[in-house]
């Protein structure tokens, strides 16, 4: 089912718990996601795959899923040789798989509320050279703006419940995001990727914060795709500076290797440390890459104690 109760108005009543990585969960599925659309790609190709990831962290416990359009760009899929429209259409799928999940999940009997979020991936993730870990890409806050506008719009115009701005590595860019959703009439939340104290892109995360904090579209402000130990110190700042619900989905402690487009080292993330992120600020927990539905379901367990 999907909820007549706005994400926002959960986030203020309590927390609630995000999915885990689409890639880790496609590849263990047995796709191959290595391309420069990665999972965007399922979206032409085997969109039911898309739906079925969706639906296993539905049921492992999460109440937000997270669409396959983190990669999904009109510039990306033109190298595909996919004009304007089909892209658009694509784009909007990419809802449409998460909420056929949310109706597959009511009929096999889960009735909590579940929401989608439609990934907004940063430029970046279109380049697909790894430079959403670095940021200043050498764009300026209007051509930034430019390239996620139209994207953003046919996102929103499929109605999700929130649009996920995610996995940002730079200030610049969550200028032009936030310039972007508003007046969209569709909630969002802003969420960083950083190293320690700073974004990616090497400035204090308070500054970044705060860019959010009078922002009346933007419903919770966080971080993802980062390593869990980062994660403490983000939360409490988010917290402080912006005075909304924190959102936090890390990776799992793992590296990745741009070059090799593998990942590397081990796993750091426990699903046991949600709570004292939760004790932090934060209300919107999941986890990014790496992280699948077991440890969705550890993170469900934990924050119901």
Not at 95 to 109: F, P, T
Not at 121 to 135: F, I, K, Q, V
Not at 259 to 273: C, N
Request: with cysteine; charged share 25%; net charge negative.
């Amino acid at each position: 089912m999907t909820s007549d109760t706005s994400l926002a108005a959960a986030l203020a009543a309590g927390t609630v718990v995000l999915d885990g990585g689409m890639s880790n969960q496609l590849e263990s599925a047995g796709h191959d996601l290595s391309d420069e659309l990665w999972s965007a790609r399922l979206l032409a190709e085997r969109p039911e795959a898309i739906t079925e990831a969706h639906l296993a962290y539905f049921e492992a416990g999460a109440d937000v899923a997270i669409t396959a359009s983190y990669q999904a760009t009109f510039e990306g899929f033109a190298k595909r040789g996919m004009g304007r429209e089909q892209a658009a259409e694509l784009l909007a799928l990419s809802v449409e798989a998460a909420r056929e999940a949310a109706r597959r999940a009511a009929a096999k009997g889960v009735t909590r509320p579940l929401w989608v979020a439609a990934s907004v991936g940063p430029y970046g993730a279109m380049l697909a050279d790894g430079s959403e870990y670095r940021g200043r890409y050498g764009l300026s806050v209007d051509e930034l703006a430019d390239f996620h506008r139209p994207r953003v719009e046919v996102l929103a115009a499929a109605r999700p419940d929130v649009l996920a701005l995610e996995t940002v590595p730079d200030a610049d860019e969550a200028r032009a995001l936030l310039r972007v959703v508003r007046g969209l009439g569709v909630p969002a939340w802003l969420s960083y990727t950083v190293d320690g104290d700073r974004t990616r892109a090497g400035q204090p995360l308070e500054e970044a914060f705060a860019l959010a904090a009078d922002v009346d579209e933007v419903i919770a402000v966080g971080v993802n795709c980062c390593a869990p130990q980062d994660v403490d110190g983000a939360v409490r700042t988010a917290a402080r500076v912006t005075g909304k619900p924190v959102v936090v989905y890390p990776n799992s402690g793992e590296a990745w290797d741009a070059g090799a487009r593998a990942w590397d080292g081990r796993s750091s993330f426990t699903p046991e440390e949600v709570t004292g992120w939760r004790a932090s600020g934060a209300r919107l927990i999941g986890g990014c890459c790496r992280v699948g539905p077991e440890a969705i379901a550890g993170i469900a367990a934990a924050l119901t104690r």
